[in-house]
């Protein structure tokens, strides 16, 4: 356990559906992080928040939308994914932005 | 741009051999690397990191030397178990204005064979 904390850890949704991924951390970190992995590809950073603010969008689609209510938790709320979207999305916090990342297990999610 | 990239996809070593994964970056202006693993079904676990003002740094059975004069890292695992299969990532703080953040080479599977 790394005290970040994802759900849910399988997601299969429609193109037409609208879900949320949720992550939790407890470990008092000020930045938290959403990142795609896709098969043989590096991971890919989708967005950054510092202390609750946004501070990264790398050019995601707005079929992905963030969500950061406190220091403790981000969502990443999903609709209209295209099969594309297929992958495993991973959440993550660091104490300050650029320091070691500690990773949740990952929500697989699968566009259909 | 920046990359961290991989040398090798993928590496095979026998149980009880050390083996060495490598990893190349770009930008000579980084000063923090990380070495994460990633099990089957599970997020990336760090490992061990470096700061930019050393070039060799121990930990339990491994053991990352950074070479700054040729961009190169390197993750060496000691007396390698059949728990050491895993994808391994290095990562690469890239410094610069508000984008300090960490980006990641594409991994290298280590596969352990009994």
């Known amino acids: 356990e790394t005290g970040v904390t994802q759900t849910p850890r399988h997601l299969v949704m429609g193109m037409t559906n609208k879900k949320s991924l949720k992550c939790e951390q407890h470990l008092g970190h000020n930045a938290m992080y959403w990142y795609k992995q896709s098969a043989k590809k590096p991971l890919e950073l989708m967005f950054v928040y510092s202390l609750e603010e946004r501070v990264e969008n790398n050019s995601v689609p707005s079929r992905f939308s963030p969500e950061c209510p406190n220091s403790s938790h981000l969502f990443l709320h999903l609709h209209t994914l295209q099969p594309e979207d297929s992958a495993l999305y991973l959440c993550?916090?660091?104490?300050?932005?650029?320091?070691?990342?500690?990773f949740g297990q990952g929500t697989r999610l699968t566009v259909v | 741009g920046e990359s961290v990239g991989l040398h090798l996809p993928t590496l095979s070593v026998q149980e009880g051999d050390n083996s060495i994964i490598n990893c190349a970056y770009s930008?000579?202006?980084?000063?923090?690397f990380i070495w994460y693993k990633q099990e089957s079904g599970k997020g990336p676990q760090f490992i061990i990191d470096i700061r930019s003002n050393m070039d060799k740094r121990q930990g339990q059975r491994v053991t990352v030397l950074l070479n700054k004069t040729v961009k190169h890292l390197s993750l060496q695992i000691a007396a390698t178990q059949p728990g050491d299969s895993a994808v391994y990532f290095c990562?690469?703080?890239?410094?610069?204005?508000?984008?300090?953040?960490?980006?990641f080479g594409s991994g290298t599977q280590l596969t352990v064979l009994p």
């Open positions: 993550a916090s660091s104490q300050d932005r650029g320091a070691e990342a500690f």
């Open positions: 930008n000579s202006a980084s000063d923090y």
């Open positions: 990562a690469e703080n890239l410094v610069g204005g508000s984008a300090r953040q960490l980006t």
